[in-house]
């Protein structure tokens, strides 16, 4: 059961974060997508952890589709 709460609050804290750091826009936006995605594909309000966006990024952890 999916919930977006949470989800834009890890969107603009990533896509902060990825700017402030240097990164092109693109990079940071799909960074902060990912950030988000990770947020909805959980239950509840939550926020996206530094290591669930690294495994996302990383392949290690799949987003089931029916969540996103």
């Given at each position: 059961?999916?919930?977006?709460a ?21 990079a ?16 509840g ?9 690294r ?14």
């Open positions: 059961n999916a919930c977006a949470g989800a834009g609050d890890s969107f603009t804290a990533a896509i902060a974060l990825a700017l402030a750091a240097g990164a092109p826009g693109n940071a936006a799909d960074l902060a997508s990912a950030a988000a995605t990770e947020c909805v594909a959980r239950t309000t939550t926020i996206c952890t530094r290591d669930a966006l495994a996302l990024l990383a392949g290690e952890r799949k987003v089931d589709d029916r969540a996103s």
